[in-house]
T-cell receptor, first 115, second 109 residues
Framework: DTGVSQDPRHKITKRGQNVTFRCDPISEHNRLYWYRQTLGQGPEFLTYFQNEAQLEKSRLLSDRFSAERPKGSFSTLEIQRTEQGDSAMYLC?????????????FGSGTQLSVL | GQNIDQPTEMTATEGAIVQINCTYQTSGFNGLFWYQQHAGEAPTFLSYNVLDGLEEKGRFSSFLSRSKGYSYLLLKELQMKDSASYLCAVPTNAGKSTFGDGTTLTVKP
């Protein structure tokens, strides 16, 4: 069990540029979640997948954000035309199943800074 | 919708006991999680409660009262390494968790 891995750990970009983050969940986990966290706040839900199906996307998420999990394994989160307000830690988490008592295993996150 | 409230900050002394409270309002209840998050690191699971009462796990215990919409995390014999943010989270019936903003605990010598 190598845990949830995210790449890159840090990303600095200029406003207006596109960025893509990758998440590799724990191999036998079916659920994959993306959260965003800013300083002093808890993780804010963005979207989640059950295998390759995207089940829900937060209403707070603009159309500039898109996520995929093409083969039900790794996932990518793309942000187009980045804005300074997108600066945050982007956390990926996975869980084995869909039960309400399934704990989340988080990756170390990708810290995005938009200049 | 779901609403979760936690105190923003707490300070305690090494060796002491501290209680971190969480109140929640949910449209349906599916249990409550506590996670620990050290600065700059990912959250890690501490506990899950779905029935009323206290669950003890070493130095950490978690309590739940469903009728009051209330939980607390009890940390005993505090150590410096317990300085972290403690996040309360409630899952929907689809398994997606909503997190509170966390309580930053500072343990002083």
């Amino acid at each position: 069990d190598t845990g949830v891995s995210q790449d890159p750990r840090h990303k600095i970009t200029k406003r207006g540029q596109n960025v893509t983050f990758r998440c590799d969940p724990i191999s036998e986990h079916n659920r994959l979640y993306w959260y965003r966290q800013t300083l002093g706040q808890g993780p804010e839900f963005l979207t989640y997948f059950q295998n390759e199906a995207q089940l829900e996307k937060s209403r707070l998420l603009s159309d500039r954000f898109s996520a995929e999990r093409p083969k039900g394994s790794f996932s990518t989160l793309e942000i187009q035309r980045t804005e300074q307000g997108d600066s945050a830690m982007y956390l990926c988490a996975s869980s084995f199943g869909a039960a309400t008592n399934e704990k989340l295993f988080f990756g170390s996150g990708t810290q995005l800074s938009v200049l | 919708g779901q609403n979760i409230d936690q105190p923003t900050e707490m300070t305690a002394t090494e060796g002491a006991i501290v209680q971190i409270n969480c109140t929640y309002q949910t449209s349906g209840f599916n249990g409550l999680f506590w996670y620990q998050q050290h600065a700059g690191e990912a959250p890690t699971f501490l506990s899950y409660n779905v029935l009323d009462g206290l669950e003890e796990k070493g130095r950490f215990s978690s309590f739940l009262s469903r009728s009051k919409g209330y939980s607390y995390l009890l940390l005993k014999e505090l150590q410096m390494k317990d300085s972290a943010s403690y996040l309360c989270a409630v899952p929907t019936n689809a398994g997606k968790s909503t997190f509170g903003d966390g309580t930053t605990l500072t343990v002083k010598p």
